[in-house]
């Protein structure tokens, strides 16, 4: 799937090189932002209140 | 070694060298755009596996990078929005920065009880506890929801009092991530003293015991921590967190006691005084 990509991305092979880190960039990027931060209300292990946090 | 006559002849010149590179290259640069072109056609179940575990391989990625964020990237964006709250509540701060005349009268009465603020995520003072660190202050916010303790935080249980009342003044704060706040909460040791500051003055509240409980014990916020009919009449400071210290299977409770208030226009107790000023330098 990767390799897929790789090979139908556009330019020389420096560019393609680029352009695969800027699209790990921007994944990772996305994934910090809005990703993890929603996921990490379903995270249990970080409630530090008691009694359903009244 | 011994040349032969012969090494001469078969010597090969720079142009011819270059010339001879150019010739490969050209050969190697061909042969590739044949095998791209004609890349040997794979089956379909042969993609679906391959498919199906670079995806298995991008869930793990993903999941060790979540937490790599949970661990070590939100308390690097909490501890600089904490930072700027505390700053924020120094700048708004009215009183002196430095504290009073050994020989002035501690006693200052009965202590000034805030009003409750009336919006969530209000930052309404800020928390010293010299055993965590001489440098440690950090904002205490209005409420214990998600929205205040990943990003400012203690927070005040809304059904508590508030900093100086009788009854139970009870804050949550995490032991991991975002901050963790209150990490070291297990090295309290009786005696230590917790300040709390708001706008009205410095409530000095003395660690007593802490306690381990399951997360569903409620009682412990309450007026007089854990028993459910007795009347207030001294001034409790409950601190709830995680425990242990990367899981949340049991909640961490420690009780403190106020000793002693002194309002704003006092000046802050001689042992924060330090940090109380760096404060408001920002």
Same mark, same amino acid.
């Given at each position: %799937?990767?390799?897929?990509?790789?090979?139908?991305?556009?330019?020389?092979?420096?560019?393609?090189?680029?352009?695969?880190?800027?699209?790990?960039?921007?994944?990772?990027?996305?994934? %910090?932002?809005?990703?993890?931060?929603?996921?990490?209300?379903?995270?249990?292990?970080?409630?530090?209140?008691?009694?359903?946090?009244? | 070694? *011994?040349?032969?006559?012969?090494? *001469?002849?078969?010597?090969?010149?720079?142009?011819?060298?270059?010339?001879?590179? $150019?010739?490969?290259?050209?050969?190697?640069?061909?042969?590739?755009?044949?095998?791209?072109?004609?890349?040997?056609?794979?089956?379909?179940?042969?993609?679906?596996?391959? /498919?199906?575990?670079?995806?298995?391989?991008?869930?793990? /990625?993903?999941?060790?990078?979540?937490?790599?964020?949970?661990?070590?990237?939100?308390?690097?964006?909490? &501890?600089?929005?904490?930072?700027?709250?505390? +700053?924020?509540?120094?700048?708004?701060?009215?009183? #002196?920065?430095?504290?009073?005349?050994?020989?002035? =009268?501690?006693?200052?009465?009965?202590? !000034?009880?805030?009003? $409750?603020?009336?919006?969530?995520?209000? /930052?309404?003072?800020?928390?010293? !506890?010299?055993?965590?660190?001489?440098?440690? +202050?950090? #904002?205490?916010?209005?409420? *214990?929801?998600?929205?205040?303790?990943?990003?400012?935080?203690?927070?005040?249980?809304?059904?508590?009092?508030? =900093?100086?009342? @009788?009854? &139970?003044?009870?804050?949550?704060?995490?032991?991991?991530?975002?901050?963790?706040?209150?990490?070291? !909460?297990?090295?309290? /040791?009786?005696?230590?003293? !917790?300040? *709390?500051?708001?706008?009205?003055?410095?409530?000095?509240?003395?660690?007593?015991?802490?306690? @381990?409980?399951?997360?569903?014990?409620?009682?412990?916020?309450?007026?007089? =921590?854990?028993?459910?009919?007795?009347?207030?009449?001294?001034?409790?400071?409950?601190?709830?967190?995680?425990? #242990?210290?990367?899981?949340?299977?049991?909640?961490?409770?420690?009780? +403190?006691?106020?000793?002693?208030?002194? =309002?704003?226009?006092?000046?802050?107790?001689?042992?924060?005084?330090?940090?109380?000023?760096?404060?408001?330098?920002?």
């Amino acid at each position: %799937m990767y390799g897929w990509i790789f090979r139908h991305l556009p330019g020389p092979l420096w560019l393609r090189i680029i352009t695969a880190i800027v699209f790990v960039a921007v994944a990772v990027l996305a994934l %910090m932002q809005f990703v993890f931060p929603w996921l990490s209300q379903f995270n249990p292990l970080t409630d530090s209140t008691i009694g359903g946090g009244v | 070694m *011994v040349h032969s006559p012969g090494h *001469v002849e078969k010597a090969v010149g720079v142009d011819e060298l270059i010339a001879g590179n $150019e010739r490969v290259r050209a050969r190697r640069r061909s042969s590739r755009r044949k095998t791209s072109a004609q890349r040997p056609k794979q089956g379909f179940f042969r993609t679906l596996v391959q /498919v199906f575990g670079e995806l298995l391989i991008t869930c793990g /990625v993903i999941l060790l990078l979540f937490v790599v964020w949970e661990l070590w990237w939100t308390n690097i964006e909490a &501890n600089t929005a904490q930072q700027a709250a505390v +700053s924020q509540f120094a700048k708004d701060f009215q009183g #002196p920065v430095t504290p009073p005349a050994a020989d002035t =009268p501690s006693d200052y009465g009965q202590p !000034i009880v805030m009003a $409750e603020p009336t919006d969530p995520s209000t /930052v309404f003072g800020v928390v010293y !506890i010299p055993r965590f660190g001489a440098s440690y +202050s950090r #904002p205490l916010v209005e409420g *214990v929801q998600q929205a205040q303790l990943d990003t400012l935080g203690l927070g005040r249980y809304d059904s508590s009092t508030m =900093p100086g009342g @009788i009854g &139970n003044f009870a804050v949550a704060g995490h032991r991991q991530t975002h901050g963790a706040v209150l990490d070291a !909460i297990h090295t309290l /040791v009786p005696g230590d003293k !917790i300040y *709390v500051q708001t706008k009205d003055g410095y409530y000095t509240y003395v660690f007593r015991n802490n306690q @381990i409980v399951m997360p569903n014990r409620g009682d412990v916020l309450l007026p007089v =921590p854990t028993q459910a009919d007795a009347t207030p009449t001294e001034r409790f400071m409950t601190m709830t967190s995680c425990n #242990p210290r990367f899981g949340a299977e049991e909640r961490l409770i420690a009780y +403190s006691l106020m000793e002693s208030w002194q =309002p704003a226009s006092a000046g802050p107790p001689a042992a924060i005084a330090e940090q109380v000023a760096a404060n408001s330098r920002g």
